[in-house]
């Protein structure tokens, strides 16, 4: 999908695109307001980070860009691309199962914490992968 050139922004469907990891320098965007929250992007090569209203939404080591991103009641889905093994933290609903699936293959079930993080592990490439969680039925 490229590059995005504004750090973040909003896409025609409503997701957020954000993040830049060809960046060597550290690169953010504040107070970028959608229906009334306020997010914050952070990005370089080292590493890709968002919050809403100053909660973590999603933080990748090392940088990342994301494509599509959208999380709701069920779930979060979301485009990566990268260039290395990448750690990636979302914060979701506490104590809570989700199925995760990459490029729609089921991966594993993982559970997020009591505060409502989850880690997984993505090999991120050029080649931008579809990431979903979602609750398990």
């Known amino acids: 999908m490229g590059a995005i050139t504004e750090i973040i922004k909003i896409n025609s469907d ?3 695109s954000f993040g830049n ?7 953010k965007v504040l107070d ?3 229906d009334g929250s306020f997010y914050k992007a952070k990005t370089f090569k080292e ?4 919050k809403k209203d100053g909660k973590l939404v ?3 080591i090392p940088g990342t860009q994301v494509h599509h991103f959208s999380v709701q009641d069920k779930g979060a889905r979301f485009f990566i691309e990268g260039y290395a093994p990448t750690q990636i ?3 979701l609903e506490p104590n809570t199962d989700y199925e995760l ?3 729609k293959e089921f991966i594993n ?3 997020t914490t009591s505060t409502g993080k989850v880690n997984i592990t993505v090999v991120a490439t050029d080649d931008e992968k579809l990431i979903e969680l979602y609750h398990r039925a």
């Open 14 to 16: 409503d997701t957020l």
């Open 21 to 27: 990891f060809s960046l060597d320098k550290k690169t």
């Open 32 to 34: 970028f307001e959608v």
């Open 47 to 50: 590493v890709t980070k968002l």
């Open 58 to 60: 999603y933080e990748s």
């Open 89 to 91: 933290t979302l914060e």
């Open 101 to 103: 699936k990459i490029d």
């Open 109 to 111: 079930t993982v559970t």
